[in-house]
């Protein structure tokens, strides 16, 4: 257990190893793995080519079941016009962009708070109450919906945003990863600053921010894209379409348009480009961040 | 919630966890005290209000009839349960829960570990690999049920043109309740499998170096070696992701909502999706938590079995 427990969750682990070159000998095994990752790409990225195509393709030629990857009239940006003409879609993507980054950044402060507490302050009751948030990482998120849109009624926040941000903020896994890695910081840094007399927090803040800053990263895109991407709870607690995020929007919208392809698939491409030039930027912090945070991104 | 606790530290602690946060020698002990307290105050309140409350108050709910409209309220005792367990539309979407997870599961870590091995080799193309199979993990559900049921589409989608290709019969994939779970597990698989696939990535670079150097003095093949260094090495990950799998797996709702379009099938409904329905179709929230529970107490079982399993594993070493 501990070799892979530690590659998926330690934060910061060293690789053990370079990637192996590619045999020396040209051989066939190499030629075949090329040829079924090949085939596995292909496939995995062929519905999303599929999508690409109809959204520049004219109503008339997406409904007309030519396969072809050009329709009869030629490309054409009409999909994408008609939808952004549409106000909402703005609103939708503000509306996300917003209450994602709000999630994100109340997540990575309160955890971030919470780890340092537990990794290096002493105060009485910290292990069990640690061990009470660790366990608190199995509920899963559904089976509140509930008792949690009972409670956003009685505080008045059912259709707002705070409805929608606040019982997102709350993520143990989160906090579980953040302590790991204070953990492994010397803690020789922090002394010497402690004895120049700067307070815990101001040690906090200028020394182990600082120095975490890759794990606060990962972490924070993880929450980001969980927020981004969240469809139940927003599902539930918005009601007013000018409040609605962007996937929850589209999805009343496709309800009412269910026949017009080529603009249900301009909609999908729109909301899915933020995310994967999100992607193409951080490439190397979502890998690991997935590698690091993944058992908690439930 | 306790219980469950020994799976989640075996998870994640392995050897490297063990060590305890260092006290800081200096200061007074009351002020550490109040210093900890403070740090951890942000969290708690959250904490507090949108985990712990919601878990007691939804245990209150599901012994009352309580409705959204306010209606009710009063106590039934275990009558939500004993209804929930002679329910058999609660058992059919725990069948079809279960049928999922079985059908998604298999694929998911098979298909995952048949990516991470090759993209380990150091192929040529590694972004473009890693683009094309992680890159859907990162859509929302809205945008990849709209690009299935486009995919789907019985009469002009690309499914049915790949089927008559090969001189097959169209098939109405989501509209069939014989093939629309089916349909679901497709898009499930395209979408989430990048998640396991890093995992395992993961998981392959820290196999030593060494294993295989030896192995390749020994004059082990590259078949060889990936039966006797790279897929024994990989148990635990393998253990690891198949569970996470698991528990993601039941929670099915989101694309199986989407790509129905809303629409309860007998053969597709999921335990959320009937916890959904029940609470905010049927508007019995006293019904709907009491199912909440059951769906809950299935997953503790399960995180409860995967720690001893854990255990015993390690007892043999």
């Known amino acids: 257990m501990t070799t892979a427990t530690r590659t998926l969750v330690a934060p910061g682990a060293p690789r053990a190893r370079s990637r192996r070159p590619i045999g020396r000998r040209f051989t066939v095994l190499t030629v075949l793995a090329f040829a079924v990752l090949l085939i596995l790409a292909i496939g995995w990225l062929l519905p999303f080519l599929w999508a690409i195509a109809t959204a520049f393709k004219t109503e008339t030629d997406a409904a007309s079941g030519d396969p072809g990857w050009i329709g009869a009239s030629g490309p054409t940006v009409q999909a994408f016009t008609a939808i952004l003409s549409q106000g909402n879609v703005y609103v939708w993507a503000w509306n996300s962009l917003w209450t994602a980054t709000a999630v994100t950044v109340i997540t990575v402060t309160i955890s971030a708070l919470a780890a340092y507490a537990f990794s290096r302050l002493d105060f009485r009751g910290r292990k069990w109450l640690f061990v009470v948030i660790i366990a608190a990482i199995v509920v899963p998120p559904q089976v509140l919906i509930i008792p949690l849109f009972y409670e956003m009624l009685a505080f008045n926040l059912v259709d707002t945003h705070w409805g929608l941000i606040l019982p997102q903020v709350v993520a143990p896994a989160m906090v579980f990863i953040l302590k790991r890695f204070f953990d492994a910081i010397p803690i020789e840094l922090e002394d010497a600053a402690r004895v120049d007399g700067a307070s815990r927090f101001r040690v906090f803040w200028s020394i182990v921010l600082p120095l975490s800053r890759p794990i606060l990263a990962s972490v924070a895109i993880f929450v980001f894209i969980g927020a981004w991407n969240n469809f139940l709870w927003p599902f539930l607690v918005i009601n007013d379409t000018s409040l609605m995020t962007l996937p929850v929007g589209l999805q009343t919208v496709i309800s009412a348009y269910g026949v017009q392809y080529a603009q249900v698939m301009a909609q999908a491409v729109l909301a899915a480009l933020p995310l994967i030039i999100v992607f193409l930027i951080f490439q190397k912090q979502i890998v690991k961040g997935v590698a690091t945070s993944g058992f908690g991104g439930q | ?317």
Not at chain 2, 47 to 65: E, K, M, N, Q, R
Not at chain 2, 111 to 128: E, N
């Open chain 2, 1 to 317: 919630m306790t219980a469950a606790a020994p799976t989640t530290s075996t998870i994640v602690t392995g050897r490297a966890g063990t060590r305890s946060a260092r006290r800081h020698a200096g200061g007074s002990h009351r002020s550490e005290q109040l210093i900890g307290w403070a740090f951890l105050t942000p969290f708690l309140i959250a904490f507090a209000l949108f985990l712990v409350w919601p878990i007691l108050h939804g245990i209150y709910l599901s012994f009352t009839d309580q409705s959204l409209t306010g209606s009710g309220g009063g106590f039934v005792g275990f009558a939500n349960y004993a209804e929930a367990l002679t329910d058999p539309v609660m058992w059919g979407a725990f069948g079809n829960t279960v049928w999922f997870t079985l059908l998604s599961t298999i694929p998911l870590v098979i298909i995952a570990l048949l990516m991470a091995v090759l993209v380990d080799r150091g192929l040529p193309g590694q972004w473009l690999w890693r683009l094309s199979f992680f890159m859907p993990y990162l859509l929302a559900s809205t945008v990849i049920s709209q690009i299935w049921i486009w995919i789907f589409n019985p009469q002009i989608g690309a499914a049915n043109n790949v089927l008559k290709a090969f001189g097959l019969e169209p098939i109405a994939w989501l509209q069939d309740p014989k093939v629309n779970m089916l349909a679901i597990v497709i898009a499930t698989v395209w979408w989430t499998v990048g998640f396991n696939f890093l995992l395992y990535l993961a998981a392959l670079q820290n196999i030593p170096q060494q294993q295989y150097e030896a192995a390749s003095l020994d004059g082990a093949g590259g078949w060889r070696q990936f039966w006797s260094i790279t897929l024994p090495q990989l148990g635990p990950a393998t253990t690891l992701i198949g569970l996470l799998q698991i528990l993601a797996s039941l929670k099915l709702f989101d694309q199986a909502y989407q790509m129905l379009g809303g629409l309860s099938s007998d053969t597709t409904r999921s335990i959320v999706q009937y916890i959904y329905e029940s609470g905010f179709v049927g508007y019995r929230f006293g019904y709907s938590a009491a199912i909440s529970y059951v769906f809950f107490a299935i997953i503790i079982i399960l995180c409860v079995a995967q720690a001893l399993i854990t255990r015993r594993r390690k007892d043999v070493r």
